[in-house]
């Protein structure tokens, strides 16, 4: 593989790794938002976050459970028709399944994020389980639950990772595929949490974390990705290039959403 290809193949990744996570993010806000309006709770909503214009008296344990949970379980409910649609199409040359793929992987983990960071640090879903009277006990078991099934996740998603060898390949052979992994997987990741939080400077850390928590899926695609055999395609001609109007679209459709967003909106 040339370097040069290797390049070309990263950023296709990580535009569409940055595109899914912002469509998944804005449904997981959008969530949290429609949930505050039963509760007549007035908010204020930016580009990062979302503010919660009530008083502490006024919160209760249903607000809390509702308005904190129904981003994350709407993200589990995206999860399930992200990978659907991703194994529907493994097959399939074309390089938008990379966009079910990444945007599996955003919802998952905002969904399993949400739940050992919140157990972590005591924000966002944490709250709920404040709220719970949960004992240290019960958060440790569900951060180290979270945990594992992000790690199931990463091997369950790694034959479909490696069989998007086809988007540029005829075959992936065993003395490619770290090469291939690292640049169509791991770089992409790398890459696009860091324009993630650049974009949504300033993050606190149960955010931070969430942002992160596809480390876990990343890691275990690599190393499970060593078990697999050759992968024979087709012997339709391939060409690696940029798609550039993937890339213009992924920092057209960024920087409308960073300024249209940039002052707080009342809601």
């Known amino acids: 593989m040339k370097l040069q290809d290797n390049i070309r193949i990263a950023i296709n990744s990580t535009a569409y790794y940055i595109l899914s996570y912002l469509f998944v993010f804005i449904v997981h806000q959008s969530a949290t938002i429609l949930a505050s309006f039963f509760f007549d709770y007035n908010i204020q909503v930016d580009y990062s976050k979302i503010i919660f214009m009530v008083s502490?008296?006024?919160?209760?344990?249903?607000?809390?459970?509702?308005?904190?949970?129904?981003?994350?379980?709407?993200?589990?409910?995206?999860?399930?028709?992200?990978?659907?649609?991703?194994?529907?199409?493994?097959?399939?040359?074309?390089?938008?399944?990379?966009?079910?793929?990444?945007?599996?992987?955003?919802?998952?983990?905002?969904?399993?994020?949400?739940?050992?960071?919140?157990?972590?640090?005591?924000?966002?879903?944490?709250?709920?389980?404040?709220?719970?009277?949960?004992?240290?006990?019960?958060?440790?078991?569900?951060?180290?639950?979270?945990?594992?099934?992000?790690?199931?996740?990463?091997?369950?998603?790694?034959?479909?990772?490696?069989?998007?060898?086809?988007?540029?390949?005829?075959?992936?052979?065993?003395?490619?595929?770290?090469?291939?992994?690292?640049?169509?997987?791991?770089?992409?990741?790398?890459?696009?949490?860091?324009?993630?939080?650049?974009?949504?400077?300033?993050?606190?850390?149960?955010?931070?974390?969430r942002i992160l928590t596809p480390v876990f899926i990343i890691l275990t695609v690599l190393l499970s990705s060593f078990g697999f055999s050759v992968l024979y395609f087709d012997e339709n001609p391939r060409t690696i290039k940029i798609n550039g109007s993937l890339v213009a679209a992924a920092v057209i459709i960024y920087v409308v959403y960073r300024i249209a967003l940039h002052f707080p909106v009342s809601i």
């Open 56 to 209: 502490r008296y006024d919160w209760y344990f249903d607000s809390v459970k509702i308005i904190f949970s129904a981003g994350p379980l709407v993200c589990l409910i995206l999860s399930i028709f992200m990978i659907v649609v991703a194994y529907r199409y493994k097959e399939f040359n074309g390089s938008l399944k990379l966009f079910f793929l990444w945007g599996f992987v955003h919802s998952i983990s905002i969904f399993l994020g949400s739940a050992y960071a919140g157990a972590l640090l005591g924000e966002g879903f944490g709250h709920v389980l404040i709220w719970m009277f949960m004992p240290d006990t019960g958060k440790l078991i569900i951060t180290l639950i979270s945990l594992f099934l992000l790690a199931a996740a990463g091997f369950a998603l790694t034959r479909n990772f490696l069989l998007s060898g086809n988007i540029y390949y005829n075959l992936l052979e065993t003395k490619n595929r770290f090469a291939f992994v690292v640049f169509q997987v791991i770089l992409p990741f790398i890459i696009g949490s860091l324009i993630i939080v650049a974009i949504r400077y300033p993050v606190n850390l149960y955010e931070l974390l």
